[in-house]
Structure formats: C-alpha cells, structure tokens
C-alpha cells in the first residue's frame, strides 16, 4: 500500500527550529511532486510548500517564506521541512502529501500537472510552538 | 495569490439528501479545481481532480462540476460516513491555496 509517514514534531519554543521528516514508501517517489500542508486547531487546511521531484524547484506559500525549507532526499525516498523562527502561528499538524506528476510543457518541459491533486496524505505530526 | 471561497461554511442533512457545496476562485483557474474529504482526527482524502473526475475508490454519489472561477461538489443520497469537511483546492497556479471548507452536519 503507498504510505506516507512523518515525523519529527513536538513542542518548541517561539523562534525555534524544527525539521520534519516524511518517509514514502510503496510508489515511485522521483516520478511525483511533494507537499507539506498543514491544518491548525479547529482550522482549514493551509498549503505549505511544494518541491519537484528532481528537488530543483521549490515553491512555498507567503506565510512561511523565508523561514521554512522543503527539501527531498530521493536515494531514501525522504521529504523533509525545515522550519527556522517558529512563530505560534506555525501550531498545526503537518501533512506530507504525494502529487502531482509530471508533464510535459510547452517546449518540452517538465512542468507540475496542474489536472491533479494530491491524492495520498500521511497521517499528520503536530507542531505545537509555545513557551 | 489566488483565493478560494467556499460557500456555505457549514450545512446540515438528513441521510438520503442531496446536497452541494460552492467553491469560488478569485480568478479565472480553467478547471484546475480539487475537492478533499476530512473526517475528525483523519488526514484528508482526494475526492474529485481536474473539477469533475473522480479519484479511484470514490462513490458515484460524489460529483463535481464547474471551471473558470465557480465550482460546485454535489453528494447525491447522503450517507452517514459522507458526515465530515469538505474543502476545495486550486492547482491551477504550483502555488496552491485551499478554501476554508465546508462541514456537513447530520440534521
């Protein structure tokens, strides 16, 4: 069965840092884009970051810009996410998430398939910032 | 940074109705609309890609329609494990962004 599973949270103060690890398993992990997404108490679900499967090309959303660092180690099927200057804010439980694929683009290339979703989520590592 | 509205907030239903939730893009994403299921304590679960087509393993009861800027998620016949939050999602731009979601409650 393809598995996502994370790890790495825990209690930190504000300022802190913290990575967070994500080890798939059971899918050919350099064929896929990687997402972080987190979900705050009692709050919607938020998009973090998103790394191409080559690990060339990283987008991330404006709110952790600048203090968090996706990144993929895919000899070992890892995904990690670094996150320096911990705020309150950053308390959510953080899912790593699978896709999309690749496509081809215009010019031959490689590009995000933007006509598909992720389509398998671990099951979350709470980060809570807090003195 | 594009937006995503989703209407209503939350919503109650009975077993065996038909219900459908709004997703509003602050522009124009074509039919790059995504549509999640989140049941409490639970990872979320792709439902719906590219607007209307249904991910593998997903009852015929769940259907999506739309493109450009409205979307709407329909459940036909409601079921009682069809109680959770439903959320949509754009890929149009490779930096996405969620609605606020949407909890169905049992009337």
């Known amino acids: 069965e393809v598995q996502l599973l994370e790890s790495g949270g825990g209690l930190v103060q504000p300022g802190g840092s913290l990575r967070l690890s994500c080890a798939a398993s059971k899918f050919t992990f350099t064929n896929y884009a990687m997402n972080w997404v987190r979900q705050a108490p009692g709050k919607g679900l938020e998009w973090v970051a998103l790394i191409v499967p080559s690990g060339g090309g990283t987008n991330y959303a404006d709110s952790v810009k600048g203090r968090f660092t996706i990144s993929r180690d895919n000899s070992k099927n890892m995904l990690f996410l670094q996150m320096y200057s911990l705020r309150a804010e950053d308390t959510a439980t953080y899912y790593c998430?699978?896709?999309?694929?690749?496509?081809?683009?215009?010019?031959?290339?490689?590009?995000?398939?933007?006509?598909?979703?992720?389509?398998?989520w671990g099951q979350g590592t709470t980060v809570t910032v807090s003195s | 940074d594009i937006q995503m509205t989703q209407s209503p907030s939350s919503l109650s239903a009975s077993v065996g109705d038909r219900v459908t939730i709004t997703c509003r893009a602050s522009?124009?994403?074509?039919?790059?609309l995504n549509w999640y299921q989140q049941k409490p304590g639970k990872a979320p679960k792709l439902l719906i890609y590219?607007?209307?087509s249904l991910q593998d393993g997903v009852p015929s009861r769940f259907s999506g329609s739309g493109s450009g800027t409205d979307f709407t998620l329909t459940i036909s016949n409601l079921q009682p494990e069809d109680f959770a939050t439903y959320s949509c999602?754009?890929?149009?731009?490779?930096?996405?962004?969620f609605g606020q979601g949407t909890k169905l409650y049992i009337k």
């Open positions: 999602q754009q890929s149009f731009s490779s930096f996405y962004s």
């Open positions: 590219a607007a209307s």
């Open positions: 998430a699978k896709g999309p694929g690749m496509v081809r683009g215009i010019g031959g290339r490689s590009i995000v398939d933007k006509g598909n979703g992720m389509d398998v």
């Open positions: 522009q124009s994403i074509s039919n790059y």
